[in-house]
Nanobody, 126 residues
Framework: VQLQASGGGWVQAGGSLRLSCAASGRTVGDYNMGWFRQAPGKEREFVGG????????GVSDSVKGRFTISRDSAKNTVYLQMVSLKPEDTAVYYCAAASKSTILSELYSPRGYAYWGQGTLVTVSS
């Protein structure tokens, strides 16, 4: 599967963005899908995800109540809706795909994912 992330950009604090992750080659329903982010000088961290069954696996505490993950099977796309953005949300955001057999605990770590999109930069100004 190939993944193409898009939708990043510059936004003021309190604003919203929706990131898209378009899959090609295979369907998103064949994979567990995750969103990660990496700020300068920091490790890549889990943001949120959905299992291949489309069950929500949750979001990180730092974005809870502000970010949601959704899937549109008809468009073969996974979305990351972000509202009430904060300067600390500034990062490169990546979507990733893991095989159906990946156990739940592995889906919260980048090591659990075999396929990655190229990343899209989100900059939140104060």
């Amino acid at each position: 599967v190939q993944l193409q992330a898009s939708g990043g950009g510059w936004v003021q604090a309190g604003g919203s963005l929706r990131l898209s992750c378009a899959a090609s080659g295979r369907t998103v329903g064949d994979y567990n899908m995750g969103w990660f982010r990496q700020a300068p000088g920091k490790e890549r961290e889990f943001v949120g995800g959905r299992r291949w069954t489309n069950v929500d696996i949750g979001v990180s505490d730092s974005v809870k109540g502000r970010f949601t993950i959704s899937r549109d099977s008809a468009k073969n796309t996974v979305y990351l809706q972000m509202v009430s953005l904060k300067p600390e949300d500034t990062a490169v955001y990546y979507c990733a795909a893991a095989s159906k057999s990946t156990i739940l605990s592995e889906l919260y770590s980048p090591r659990g994912y075999a396929y990655w999109g190229q990343g899209t930069l989100v900059t939140v100004s104060s």
